[in-house]
């Protein structure tokens, strides 16, 4: 029997806030046992308490209905709070998927006065259009494009939600990337900018806008709970995608903590499902823990996407390239054909031996049993051999050498660019020699840090700028890129550069010497030089190099599966468009190694100049 007036069931956050504990009063065992027993997946601690995964726990809500003592159930009350707000959102989301026409409750004409006195920025009509989409639900998710302006309707939904009283804080957590964008909007927003702080050491009390970086969210989990309890405040993830793992990963589990601090959450991407529905699931689930997981779940189950993206369209805004007006462009892909050296080594990587290759087939074996040498194989097999340092450029020798028939071929290996240049090398350096001589820049992306720096010397004389994550002088180098017309390339890689930064006002050619398994993050780079602000007519032109009968192919067929998914689950025609890759024949397939040293001659001339 419980004690009169006490709680016959607590329920509460545990401490990590990713999980609920229900603790039955004593006495009632035998009913405990049978509402814990309709959580398959709950931890039962002791006869009278159990933990239950935040998403499990509201998905099955309705189980609360079966316990006997419903009046004397005592909710934590900032897990009470999350459940009211996901109860709303799912109620409203479901409103607009029975009445499709209906008007959104906020009008877009009224957003200038709900946003307050303080601000001054301009809004397009689609940034207001997000913005009444999302003001009104308590919580939201943008997926507009980059390029759309997530960064101000972020901002303008807090300025109308402190407007309102309802928030005094934003807590931002953005990759470093984006860092300069929050803080740039945040000065052309507001006629007296808000005190905008980068997190350093720990989380400031002054601050009206705490950013942090993902990497930072683990070790500081606790000083940003605090500081997201000592006011009312909202919650935004920039580049939400960082935390597709959800609950799994280890930003993923920081964001899921934070999340219900919060009276208000956010999340922006352009790329929400980089890699099919789990991440859309992750996704959600931050916003709408227990609905946003079964929702999406139960869209795409039956494998009818025009029907998933009808229903999941209610819970989210996105604006899209063709609502931007920007001018259309086409992706191309070039296969190029592998020197024979080029090939034997690399058929040898993957298991093909020739009679050569059986004599080191121990060391091949060790070599390409990771996916990530594979695709550097595909590009050259000799960015396997460790060279002078780890990021040590090759030193390709022009004329080459014969290929001595006499050596083993692990022999070869160590001394390939003696004997071949990679068909991608070759192929990239004439797309750049071509845009030069137009006085047309060009982005050139790689995987590989040692990829970048040799072709850093083989484009010496187009002056490259480099950046990678080891920079130390990135910002230089992107202004040099963008100030300097003897600089006419600029070689990275996706993960340093694919995001937060904006070149197209000064770039429109890009070039993918190699690509990975990440739709994401080909998506985020390609928007680097497409986005709003290009000047109508301009023409962007991207193209990709694949290298014939290599893991290449399997990466494209990979990519055009989910870009193809995530096309058809945001109801974008561009996003589906990018899956399907124009062909178009190599420029360099004509040339010859005597071309290539003429050529390499030519630029070599302009560089003692």
């Known amino acids: 029997m419980t004690v009169a007036g006490e709680p016959s069931l607590r329920i509460s956050f545990d401490v990590t806030r990713t999980r609920a504990v229900l603790r039955a009063a004593p006495g009632l065992e035998a009913e405990f046992a049978r509402l814990a027993g309709q959580y398959p997946a709950a931890g039962q601690r002791t006869l009278l308490s159990a933990e239950v995964d935040l998403d499990e726990f509201l998905t099955g809500l309705e189980a609360l209905g079966s316990w006997p003592h419903t009046d004397s159930v005592s909710w934590e009350e900032e897990l009470a709070s999350l459940v009211g707000g996901v109860l709303d959102d799912a109620e409203a989301a479901q409103n607009r998927l029975r009445e499709p026409d209906a008007a959104v409750p906020v009008d877009p004409d009224s957003i200038g006065r709900l946003l307050g006195d ?73 006629h007296a900018p808000l005190a905008a702080r980068v997190m350093a050491g720990s989380p400031d009390p002054a601050a009206e806008v705490l950013i942090v970086n993902y990497e930072r969210l683990d070790r500081s989990l606790g000083a940003l709970a605090a500081w997201l309890r000592a006011a009312p405040s909202m919650l935004i993830l920039d580049e939400a995608h960082r935390m597709k793992l959800g609950a799994q990963g280890i930003y993923g589990s920081a964001c899921m903590a934070l999340g219900p601090l919060s009276r208000r959450r956010l999340i922006l991407t352009g790329t929400p499902a980089p890699n099919g529905a789990r991440d859309l699931e992750n996704l959600l689930s931050f916003v709408w823990p227990g609905h946003g997981r079964r929702v999406v779940t139960q869209a795409v189950a039956g494998g ?22 920007l001018p259309p462009f086409e992706t191309r892909i070039r296969h190029v054909a592998l020197e024979p050296l080029h090939r034997e080594l690399y058929d040898a990587l993957v298991g093909r031996y020739t009679t050569r290759a059986e004599a080191s087939r121990t060391d091949f074996d060790a070599l390409g049993k990771a996916m990530l040498r594979l695709l550097m194989a595909a590009t050259s097999p000799a960015l396997l051999v460790e060279g002078e340092s780890k990021y040590a450029p090759l030193d390709y020798r022009v004329p080459p050498l014969a290929v001595p028939q006499s050596d083993s071929l692990y022999a070869l290996l160590q001394d390939l660019p003696s004997y071949e240049l990679s068909p991608k090398y070759k192929e990239a350096l004439s797309i750049v020699a071509e845009n030069a001589a137009l006085g047309r820049k060009t982005l050139v992306w790689t995987t590989f840090v040692r990829s970048l720096t040799t072709m850093e010397r083989l484009f010496a004389a187009y002056q490259p700028a480099v950046v990678h994550g080891g920079s130390t ?35 429109h050619d890009a070039v993918y010497v190699d690509r990975d398994f990440m739709a994401g993050r080909f998506l985020q780079s390609l928007d680097r030089i497409h986005r709003l602000g290009l000047a109508p007519g301009t023409e962007t032109r991207v193209t990709v190099l694949a290298a014939e009968g290599t893991i290449d192919d399997v990466v494209a067929l990979r990519l055009e599966k989910k870009l193809e998914f995530m096309g058809r689950i945001l109801d974008d025609p561009s996003v589906q468009q990018l899956a399907d890759l124009e062909e178009e024949p190599s420029l360099a397939a004509g040339m010859d190694m005597a071309d290539v040293s003429a050529l390499l001659r030519h630029l070599d001339s302009r560089v003692s100049r």
């Open 118 to 190: 303080g601000w001054r920025a301009h809004l397009t009509d689609f940034q207001r259009r997000d913005i009444a989409y999302l003001l009104s639900m308590r919580h939201g998710a943008n997926f507009s494009v980059p390029g759309a302006g997530k960064t101000r309707v972020g901002l303008a939904l807090f300025a109308a939600m402190r407007a309102r009283g309802e928030v005094r804080r934003l807590l931002v957590v953005s990759p470093k990337s984006a860092y300069e964008s929050w803080l740039y909007e945040n000065q052309v927003c507001f």
């Open 473 to 507: 002088d990135r910002e230089e180098q992107i202004r040099r890129f963008r100030e300097d017309p003897d600089c006419h390339v600029l070689l990275s890689n996706p993960a340093t550069l694919g995001e937060g930064i904006s070149l197209h006002h000064v770039c």
């Open 304 to 325: 009818d996407l025009a029907y998933a993206s009808s229903v999941l369209r209610p819970l989210f805004t996105r604006t899209t390239k063709r609502e931007l007006g």
